[in-house]
């Protein structure tokens, strides 16, 4: 019989979001016509950009065309795609990008797995804690963590946890840590890195040698001009940094896929020999051999996101989900909560009132506010006591359910 990879059955069965589906669903069983508001996943809702389903619907029109149809495409992505993104997201920003360093792919959630192909076994590796749990998971799958322990941490990684006591930016470890994963805005916590503390990110990579993997899904999401958008804001960081970003969350592209991962030229890593090798080269060989790029169609919607249409439109859409992070953070400040986030991302970090434990307070808020949110607990030890709200819903939902728990929290 064929060996499976043991690695899965250290994960810790899929626990957050099938448990919130449990208990929702057992709720409703017995209470069918309660009118649940869900501010749980990070999924957004708002329909594609005109801009690009325009840009979609001419692509589909090539391709019925034989003289503009197009079979495989570059693996790493359209020219003129790379290009748009570099000049627009980075060489905008003062970032030395090329476009050759962008590489197209059909989601960062995916690409932040894949980057460990290119990366060896023995790398001691730092997550935040609380974390968007698939730094943790491919990790897990990989064979690069021990097992997981009562509170659901693996051996074999370092876990920095993020509060308000570090403004939700991880202490610099005092160790040599090879792989970190760094993602800000932050998802659950809502909170963003000043450009000092990434400073201190790359200073301490560079001097260790270490590299940081920059999850920048929600760099849209940014209002305060002080906070970077990219890592390579950052002196230094293209010697010790990839960035993940995705279309996912500025342009709703969840259902319709597109993203891209930067990696320098100047970036290297040790071969077994000590020898310095690209990881550009790599990553190049890697996704030329197992994947063969996102479809044409959704480039050309991905590429109309930069058009003077697609950012006037992926701007309404990020403001109209920051008006919504506005209304929850404000009333629930009004209602006497602690809140943290929501400024600078779509998440707004709720501290549980009275001391209660974040399932706790999960089952309170659905039953007597009917509204589901994400227990700060699922995403790390250190988030417990914590409750993600998510902006991403109607104006309608958001009103309504910020009414409910005002009306039954209020101090
Ligand atoms: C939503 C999200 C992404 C985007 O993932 P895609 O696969 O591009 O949809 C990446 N990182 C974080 C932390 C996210 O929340």
Redesign the pocket.
């Known amino acids: 019989m064929a060996r499976i990879n043991d690695n899965y059955l250290k994960l810790k069965a899929g626990y957050l979001f099938p448990e919130i589906a449990r208990r929702v669903n057992a709720f409703v069983e017995e209470n069918p016509d309660a009118p649940i508001i869900k501010l749980g996943i990070?999924d957004v809702t708002e329909p594609l950009p005109q801009a690009c389903r325009d840009a979609m619907v001419s692509a589909i029109a090539d391709m019925g065309d034989r003289s503009k149809f197009k079979g495989y495409g570059p693996e790493q992505g359209y020219a003129w795609l790379r290009e748009a993104i570099a000049k627009h997201d980075f060489q905008a920003r003062g970032c030395d990008i090329d476009a050759s360093e962008i590489f197209v792919s059909d989601?960062?959630?995916?690409d932040?797995g894949n980057i460990l192909d290119i990366l060896g076994p023995d790398n001691t590796i730092a997550v935040t804690d609380p974390v968007?749990p698939?730094y943790v998971d491919t990790n897990v799958m990989a064979g690069n963590t021990g097992d997981a322990n009562e509170q659901g941490e693996y051996a074999g990684l370092t876990y920095l946890p993020i509060s308000a006591d570090n403004s939700f930016t991880a202490e610099i470890p005092s160790e040599k840590v090879d792989l970190i994963y760094l993602?800000f805005p932050n998802?659950p916590t809502g909170a963003v890195a000043t450009k000092a503390a990434l400073q201190a990110w790359v200073d301490y990579a560079r001097k260790h040698g270490s590299l940081l993997l920059f999850?920048a899904?929600?760099e849209a999401f940014i209002s305060d001009p002080e906070i970077p958008h990219s890592i390579y804001e950052i002196p230094g960081a293209r010697e010790c940094a990839i960035e993940?970003r995705?279309?996912?969350?500025n342009a709703g592209?969840?259902g319709t896929?597109c993203?891209l991962t930067v990696v320098p030229k100047t970036l290297t890593g040790k071969a077994a020999d000590g020898s310095d090798v690209e990881l550009w080269k790599l990553w190049n060989r890697r996704q030329s051999t197992k994947f063969n790029g996102v479809s044409y169609i959704v480039q050309r919607g991905a590429e109309a996101v930069y058009s003077e249409a697609g950012q006037a439109e992926t701007r309404a859409l990020v403001s109209f989900y920051m008006e919504n992070a506005k209304i929850i953070r404000e009333q629930l400040t009004a209602a006497g909560l602690e809140v943290h986030g929501g400024t600078n991302a779509p998440y707004v970090w709720v501290k549980t009132p009275a001391g209660l434990s974040s399932w706790d307070f999960f089952d309170q808020l659905l039953k007597t506010c009917h509204v589901v949110g994400t227990p700060g607990s699922g995403f790390g030890a250190a988030g417990e006591g914590y409750f993600r709200i998510s902006a991403f819903n109607s104006r309608e939902n958001v009103n309504e359910a910020m009414q409910r728990i005002t009306e039954k929290f209020k101090v």
């Open positions: 990070g989601g960062s959630k995916c932040c968007y698939v993602c998802n999850d899904a929600y993940f995705s279309f996912s969350k592209f969840t896929r993203a």
